[in-house]
């Protein structure tokens, strides 16, 4: 009877804080179009030389011979993951900077939640610039294979949520050290250069390459391109592979993510350093 009592006081409360956090979130976007615009150029125009190497490179064994689709699909997958991983320090960050931290953890949710009410906004953009890039390549002439749309969804969203779980971890961080964009910036890099957005993960050193198989976003993007390509190159990762490993990561650094975040953030009140930044 207490549970149920404790559920009903519970998730009117946490749905309201979503949907204040993700109001928020949007408002300010709205205000600021100018700044919205060029965010969505910023998305877009990338696009433009990779037209043109394309056409240089031509056939490429490594590529698959279709360099414009290689890249389409690195390039909106990382647009995708990048936004699941860094929206919750953004918002923490900001939370910091406002002063509105202690604010946010007198209301009637559980902690664990905040990761994902704060982070509601900036993971719909990631996943919508990723869709636009998918939709500009097509127009410029990328070729993607429809019967493998329903794997490469299910791959995007592990894979979304596995980059979710990093950014939990790179904020239980920040409470800690009141820093963690250093963090995000590097692991942001060694995903773009090892993952193989723009490249064959082949053309890598041998002892990157195992590197590689390390981070979430190797499995999403050549997964991804397993699925949507008819020829996806000479570094091919097979979807099941790819769910598997995904599916294992999840489960091992989620759930891990949530208890330290919790913990850290225990600590943190404890501390008194959640009043400001």
């Not at 990093?166 to 250093?182: D, E, F, N, Q, V």
């Not at 598997?244 to 993510?257: P, Q, Y």
């Not at 949530?258 to 404890?270: N, P, Q, V, Y």
């Amino acid at each position: 009877m207490t549970t149920e009592v404790n559920d009903r006081r519970i998730s009117p409360g946490w749905r309201k804080t979503a949907g204040a956090f993700l109001r928020v979130d949007v408002i300010e976007e709205i205000n600021y179009p100018l700044t919205l615009v060029m965010t969505l150029l910023g998305v877009i125009v990338p696009l433009v030389p990779f037209f043109f190497i394309s056409e240089l490179v031509g056939s490429s064994r490594r590529v698959g011979g279709d360099y414009l689709t290689f890249a389409v699909i690195g390039l909106a997958l990382t647009a995708a993951l990048t936004g699941a991983m860094s929206g919750f320090g953004s918002s923490l960050q900001r939370a910091f900077q406002r002063g509105t931290m202690e604010v946010f953890l007198v209301e009637p949710v559980p902690w664990t939640t905040l990761p994902l009410a704060m982070n509601q906004w900036t993971l719909m953009f990631g996943a919508l610039s990723g869709i636009l890039i998918f939709g500009v390549g097509a127009l410029m002439g990328a070729d993607f294979q429809l019967a493998g749309v329903p794997v490469a969804i299910l791959i995007a969203v592990l894979g979304i949520i596995a980059s979710t779980a990093i950014g939990i971890w790179s904020a239980a961080i920040l409470l800690l050290t009141l820093k963690s964009a250093p963090l995000i910036r590097l692991y942001s890099l060694a995903a773009s250069l090892l993952a193989g957005s723009i490249f064959s993960v082949n053309q890598l050193p041998t002892w990157a390459r195992y590197i590689s198989y390390a981070l979430p976003h190797t499995y999403v993007i050549n997964a991804t391109r397993t699925a949507l390509m008819d020829d996806p190159g000479t570094f091919q990762m097979s979807t099941t592979t790819a769910i598997v490993a995904l599916l294992i990561f999840n489960v091992v650094f989620l759930v891990g993510g949530f208890f330290t975040f919790r913990k850290a953030l225990e600590f943190s009140r404890k501390m008194g350093t959640l009043g400001g930044y």
